[in-house]
């Protein structure tokens, strides 16, 4: 996972004190977190539409979470400012991967990578959601990084 790559997007983050444990450092489970927002801000970066807004025009019901690895590196603590990474998806037929950083200063965290699915309502009813092909446009969109 650690790949020598240039991230798609890099934002700044504070820990708060609700992400932390009684120890003071980052509860496990929040990392996560961090991960799924930076994912959505990735496809905003990328030229996409809001969240909201992206899953009304591109007719899309979200993209769950199928596949996930994480390694904790070292802890960061409540106030600490952490550099979050995340690379351009690699795309599969209705799936991709992102793989994301967590940094503090030049030291690693925390790493990991999300599989997600792009999925859409049946126009039927007859399924809630069901695995569609990541748009070619919206795939475009990372292609010339």
């Known amino acids: 996972m650690s790949t020598p790559t240039i991230p798609f997007l890099t934002r700044e983050y504070r820990i708060e004190w609700g992400q932390c444990d009684p120890a003071g450092i980052v509860f ?8 799924a927002e930076s994912s959505v801000l990735l496809f905003e970066a990328a030229g996409l539409p809001k969240k909201r807004d992206m899953l009304r025009e591109l007719g899309v019901a979200g993209f769950p979470l199928v596949d996930l690895s994480v390694r904790f590196l070292r802890p960061a603590s409540y106030g600490d400012v952490v550099t979050i990474e995340a690379d351009a998806p690699i795309f599969g037929n209705s799936s991709f991967t992102i793989a994301h950083r967590i940094r503090l200063g030049d030291v690693l ?5 999300e599989k997600r699915v792009w ?3 049946e126009k039927d009813g007859s399924a809630p959601l069901k695995a569609a092909r ?4 919206v795939r475009a969109r990372f292609a010339s990084g």
């Open 134 to 137: 990541v748009p070619d446009d």
């Open 109 to 113: 965290c925390v790493e990991g990578t």
């Open 28 to 35: 496990a489970p929040r990392y996560m977190d961090m991960f």
């Open 119 to 121: 999925t859409i309502c």
